[in-house]
């Protein structure tokens, strides 16, 4: 997992500024439809190629725009050394200077969280603080918008009964994200089974391979569920009784708000992962971070037993988020 998705991370950081050309010819195929009718509104959910392009050609916007994201800053990987702390201190002055330079391509930026949930620190040397830089430029939503709201989860036991989770058991649901990198991951966290269920014996795990994971790379463990793609995995993290994950935002924020315990691994040298979600996650007080490359079988079987034994104290997760977004971006239109 962290071999693969950490060589891809350091290819997108050094690619992104010394060929900018490149991002602009990813957004030319998604120029075309804005030319065959006229909208009232463009909305970039972190459409990074988009928005460079934007900014890069200002003349070509026709219709109000609005840039969500839920990080701002790229930040350098400790252990990638002084060619990474400069490519991504570039890469942030570069966003800098057009976003100031043009601020009228943004009719609104909104960061999908709260002002605490930015990063601390700077862009780089010399440049703005993180936090501050985001007050002056983005409006806030308030908290994460979530896919599933927990008081639209229904009756638990319900919920239980129609995955077909028996009573008694504990059930453990390992996933790995849509795509393909993290098969390496899911393959040691069935790994951990034989001893993680010595140590609960109720366990069962079912793990989650996604669409793009190739299922025959994965190991044949004695009573590992295994799946494919699942439509509606976030119902069934809500009725699961805890978690193994990637470090992804999106899955680690549905498990904090149903309040589900949880190990995730980030990926290596992915500084969103690493940074931005780890902070995010530390401010709920949830989840468990462990790392790829230390934990082997046994940690992970002892972290879920710790997991199986301990009740959840997360800081609880705000609600109504979507309908603010909503209505910050109907002001613009």
């Known amino acids: 997992m962290g071999s693969a998705a950490g060589a891809r991370c350091r290819r997108a ?56 994201t839920d990080i701002v800053a790229w930040l350098p990987m400790p252990n990638l050394g002084e060619r990474d702390a400069f490519l991504t201190a570039d890469y942030n002055a570069d966003m800098i200077e057009q976003v100031e330079r043009f601020p009228r391509v943004r009719d609104r930026a909104i960061f999908i969280g709260r002002p605490e949930d930015v990063v601390p620190g700077h862009f780089g040397p010399g440049q703005p603080e993180i936090r501050g830089w985001t007050e002056k430029h983005y409006e806030f939503t308030g908290g994460y918008i979530l896919g599933l709201n927990r008081e639209d989860v229904g009756d638990r036991a319900a919920q239980r009964s129609e995955f077909g989770y028996a009573p008694g058991e504990v059930v453990c649901i390992a996933s790995v994200g849509g795509s393909g990198v993290g098969v390496d991951l899911l393959a040691r966290l069935m790994n951990s089974y034989p001893a993680a269920r010595a140590l609960v014996p109720n366990l069962h795990m079912i793990a989650v391979a996604g669409p793009r994971v190739d299922q025959s790379r994965l190991p044949a463990i004695d009573g590992v569920e295994v799946h494919g793609f699942v439509p509606d995995l976030n119902r069934r993290l809500a009725a699961c009784d805890l978690a193994l994950t990637q470090g992804g935002l999106s899955t680690t924020m549905e498990l904090t708000a149903a309040r589900i315990p949880f190990l995730y691994f980030p990926l290596r040298d992915h500084c969103e992962q690493n940074f931005h979600v780890r902070h995010r996650l530390q401010r709920y007080r949830a989840g468990k971070c462990m790392d790829f490359d230390e934990a082997t079988p046994e940690s992970i079987a002892q972290a879920i037993k710790s997991l199986a034994s301990q009740a959840v104290d997360y800081a609880g997760v705000e609600s109504g988020t979507a309908a603010r977004a909503a209505a910050l971006i109907a002001e613009v239109i």
């Open 13 to 68: 950081r050094e690619h992104s500024r010394p060929w900018p050309g490149a991002r602009s010819r990813h957004a030319r195929p998604r120029e075309r439809p804005v030319r065959e009718r006229d909208y009232d509104l463009w909305i970039g959910d972190e459409a990074w190629e988009v928005d460079y392009f934007l900014h890069e050609n200002p003349e070509l916007k026709t219709a109000a725009y609005v840039w969500l």
